[in-house]
């Protein structure tokens, strides 16, 4: 269970919404794919600010979708700490819906999943000009399993130099210095 610092409490669902039109292209992609983005940008950063606390793990996906005219996420276990990723990729608390220990987020889990399946395709990283997988002999077997290591290094090189450049300004600083 993720540690709070300012309350307790054994509820640990939560879900979030966004206007499609509040996001960029490159946004619905991160959020579509925010483990391995999380993972290969931002871990060491949030593992530095968060010193002794509970660093998310590829279990730790969120439910995403999308919706005629929003993005949304659920999760029953927010040990994804999905604020502090949203804030990484510039979208602003005032551009979305953020509820903590959302109940009927529990339930809405599991009857989203056939929609995050269409949402992750839709936006595919490898879908993205420039995307190493695209001229990749191995593409079809390879595992990208962030996890065990099997990432390709054009892979990771390609996520990591698209992230720096979209990220909001304020960031950039950070991420220049963590490379």
């Not at 990723?85 to 009857?111: C, N, P, T």
């Amino acid at each position: 269970m993720k540690i709070k610092t300012n309350f307790v409490t054994n509820s640990s669902s939560a879900s979030f919404s966004i206007l499609k039109d509040e996001l960029t292209l490159l946004q619905k992609i991160f959020i579509a794919n925010h483990q391995i983005i999380f993972h290969l940008a931002f871990k060491s950063h949030y593992k530095k600010i968060n010193k002794g606390l509970y660093v998310p793990t590829l279990s730790d996906r969120w439910v995403v979708w999308e919706e005629r005219n929003k993005v949304n996420g659920v999760t029953s276990m927010d040990n994804f700490d999905m604020l502090y990723f949203l804030k990484q990729i510039g979208v602003k608390k005032s551009q979305m819906k953020y509820k903590d220990h959302d109940y009927e987020a529990i339930w809405e889990r599991e009857e989203r999943k056939k929609q995050e399946i269409k949402f992750i395709k839709k936006y595919a990283i490898s879908k993205i000009s420039g995307c190493p997988c695209e001229q990749c002999p191995i593409e079809i077997v390879c595992t990208k399993d962030i996890t065990k290591n099997t990432t390709c290094l054009q892979y990771d090189k390609f996520i990591r130099k698209l992230v720096k450049e979209t990220l909001p300004h304020e960031n950039k600083r950070r991420f220049r210095n963590k490379q």
